[in-house]
């Protein structure tokens, strides 16, 4: 299964239900709404859709499409947040 995980150190920031992630090597901002936010601090460690599937399921009680988590790695990856863990 393929894993994902933080690519750098970022500084981020919870304002309120939001987060915001500071690139400050490429001048980015990327907004993550809460769910997001928990995602976000999960991967800090490898984990892969199933796990974060998982873990939002336990903290939240609710289901999640695996599409959804799917669509949302790729877009941090495209944003260059996050990478394969190896």
């Given at each position: 299964?393929?894993?994902?995980?933080?690519?750098?150190?970022?500084?981020?920031?919870?304002?309120?239900d939001e987060w915001?992630?500071?690139?400050?090597?490429?001048?980015?901002?990327?907004?993550?709404?809460?769910?997001?936010?928990?995602?976000?601090?999960?991967?800090?460690?490898?984990?892969?859709?199933?796990?974060?599937?998982?873990?939002?399921?336990?903290?939240?009680?609710?289901?999640?499409?695996?599409?959804?988590?799917?669509?949302?790695?790729?877009?941090?990856?495209?944003?260059?947040?996050?990478?394969?863990?190896?």
């Open positions: 299964m393929v894993q994902f995980i933080q690519k750098n150190s970022f500084e981020a920031t919870h304002i309120e915001i992630i500071l690139d400050t090597d490429q001048y980015t901002v990327t907004r993550l709404n809460d769910l997001g936010g928990f995602c976000w601090l999960k991967l800090r460690e490898a984990q892969t859709v199933k796990s974060l599937h998982m873990a939002i399921d336990q903290e939240y009680g609710a289901e999640c499409e695996n599409e959804a988590i799917d669509k949302f790695l790729s877009d941090l990856e495209k944003c260059g947040l996050i990478c394969h863990a190896i």
